[in-house]
């Protein structure tokens, strides 16, 4: 079984920065992409970061909302993805999620979605 693990998420300040981790048990290699999702109060789970995994051409790819302020970058020695968080603003409060899709291979073909537990973000004015 595959666990996502994530980390970093907390209480801060308007304008501040948060930096969350995501580490797996499987290695980022095995993985088709990976990223990170939000749900905010009463919102739907949207998606706010991917990052092609190792055996996957791509570039990243960020929601307009986040785009500039955000950055997802990974690190393959240490299996681990990260979502630096910068300029955060109130409407970013959420709890965000680690995921992860993994390419099924034999006759069935298809994929799988891994989720982390997710981390508690909270942006106060």
């Known amino acids: 079984q595959v666990r996502l693990v994530e980390s970093g998420g907390g209480l801060v300040q308007a304008g501040g920065s948060l930096r969350l981790s995501c580490a797996s048990s499987?290695?980022?290699?095995?993985?088709?992409?990976m990223g990170w999702y939000r749900q905010a109060p009463g919102k739907q789970r949207e998606q706010v970061a991917l990052i092609p995994g190792g055996n996957s051409a791509g570039s990243t790819s960020y929601a307009d909302s986040v785009k500039g302020p955000f950055t997802i970058s990974r690190d393959d020695a240490k299996n681990t993805v990260y979502l630096q968080m910068t300029s955060l603003k109130p409407e970013d409060t959420a709890v965000y999620y680690c995921y992860a899709n993994q390419l099924l291979g034999g006759l069935n073909g298809g994929s799988y979605d891994y989720w982390g537990q997710g981390t508690p973000v909270t942006v106060s004015s």
């Open positions: 499987a290695s980022i290699s095995s993985f088709n992409v």
